[in-house]
């Protein structure tokens, strides 16, 4: 088992534009192990940084009084900070788009506390201390600060969607902002990793309605933050879920080959690294042998550790996954697919790796996805499908493809391509 | 939010052979990172290395069709694997005690199928195929396997305590197994190691009794590794709930000095690292930044992972933790304690921890708690009160001690004072 590092400078990071990302263009290490880091979509969030002191006027505690207050219709408290609130709808947040240097920019739907209110006023949601989940707060400068909020309006019904659009807003899935986020634009950066947070929370809420030990009702604490059984001999409090995934580059070191595989969910000629769920009582050392074992019939010895990200765009019933990225190195080459787990699993040379990351076209599917939200925010197109933005077709079709930089494969893959990998393995070898 | 590890005036003590403990004792670190890694509590389970295929007969899907089999009294099944079931009381298995060269050892109570129906015949608790989980499998040479399930037999009331009690079996807390476990035997190891998996199985059984969803009746699948809502309209499938925890010694480079920190429900003297869990939508990097901000008012830079160690030992509710363990290296040096977190949190040189380390007689708290098991299973004392094991007074009182090896914390501030950790940081800022 082996440990190594991450490498985040301090939080607020965002990143990089494709153009500028590291691991694509530039072969250097130094340059990369900066910026690599700091590149995960959906970490970074600028609003999650720090929870504020309970005392702050931006706190949850404070700003849930403040709520209730505005609810009751006293509106002009002193140090009443700003309210922004969110919606999603099925698990995709609200979106608007602007054209900016000719190019499409997406950003969140966020609405002021009055404009949210009127636009629920005839559905069957209510604005409410029950229905508001606290997602942070920011400083707009001079002492003052916004406080963000998520609701779900799914309940809404199609009522709000046409109300919503007639301003140019839309219900978009949180997919297609992740691969039509920008990553040279800081601020779209951010707002991805809000949304991701806020994807999450809101989610949670959904599954979790019920007290798992005596079937009572949950009912929101701390702004949202947590829940509580209102069963009165029972009162469990509830915390958030987070799935630990491992993910793991099973590398062939000898042969200088990667061990890429497929699902029959992905879009065609797509290749990435395994992946799989904790269990109770493993390690994530363990979990990476287990899992590597289990679907590839592969040994693995040393794992090394690369760094992690929040996954907040799996499904509903799993709403934040936590990915954590390792190197695996393989103490056994025959592979013995699970087919139940896999469609296939091969091993591939350094090369071939290399083209499939040169070839896909990550800033083309980038800017067809982005010109995808602009047109279903302007009502052009209300129906979503992103496979096709996959399928990036310029000329000739390459043998394979590895998903974006949006996850954390990527940046897995590409470490290893670059010869970032063998750096990190072998100062822990000389150790 | 705060968190929870090992060191609860009411948990157990601490461990382990002192001199044989490599971080301890060895300043080689090309012994150490073998020994060390291999060396935390809870993980290495000797049965959850692999789940094996579905088609061996010792698989969850085989072994549950035999186990219809055998409630049903048809017990000759060709290729029939040996079952063997270890009983859980109040999260506590059941063990027992030998003696050994002279000194106490314990075992995990496992009972055969037999034995264990005749114990609940006359209970609450049937031995059912919703009641039996689980928990692997392994071989035992020349073909023959034996498959392993936990119960939960809390409902069974006293009656059954006292009859097991007659056979010198004794349900012990986790804890108190934890310190009282001999790091040089593997044996021990392993079986602490099944114990805590099962523990967290088993609580989470108890956690998810209800779908969080719809409020059904959640029922087992899998042979008990997976749960589903049983509404039809719902059917929504549970899978067991992993907690991950940011653990980090914060390191102020400049002054080589470390932070440690006191939690009020410490015993008294001791000190260790910061933690806390993860909120959905942050990097595991970020959560240490977030967390130690949030209790300490510390800016982390730089974040160097170090291992990981599944900790089945927490509260009921929270029944499988993930200790994810970092060296955080501080930005800012003033401390500003978060009174509702912490009792305190100060710098300490490297000399002060080092003597720390030293004078904590872990081998003594496990002689003791050793000890201890052997009274309770012999029926000389069936109360538990561990606490005065942490006053270890031999002779002159230390002026702090640091938690026992059987707790990641150990390891981050050994491998610190032992001066692995600078090795590792400086490996990754010459790449």
Redesign the interface.
Known sequence: ???????????ATRLVSLSKFPILRTPQ??TM?TNF?KS?A????PI????P??TDPFSPPSALKTLKNLLLGNTHEPHSPNFKILPFRKGRPLAGSVRESNEPNWHLGWLSFEDCKAFLENSEVNLSEDTLVYLGSDSEGDGVYVVYWGIDVTEAGNGLVKELGGKQFCFVELRTLMVATDWENASSMGQL?IA???R??LE?H??????????G??ILIDAGRRKQCSNELCK??I??????VVIMLVIDKENDRALLSRQSRFVPRMWSCLAG??????????AV??ET??ETGIEVGQVV?H????W?VGPS????Q?M?GFFAYAKSLDINV?K?ELEDAKWHSREDVKKALTIAEYKKAQKTASGKVDQMCKGVERGQSLSSDFNVESGELAPMFIPGPFAIANHLISSWVNG?ES??AS??S??
């Open positions: 088992m082996i440990f190594l590092l991450s490498f985040t400078n301090s939080a290490f130094s192990s880091f995960h959906f970490a970074g969030n999650k940084l720090r929870t002191k309970s990793a991701g947070h806020a999450s929370l949670w959904t599954a979790s309605r019920f007290c798992g030990f005596c079937g009702k949950n469990k409090k915390y958030p879920r987070v799935d630990p769920f904790m269990e109770p009582g493993e390690s994530l050392e363990e042998r287990r074992w289990e550790y760094s992690s990200q929040p907040p019933s799993m709403p934040c936590l954590v699970d139940e970032v750096q990190l100062s822990f000389n150790l």
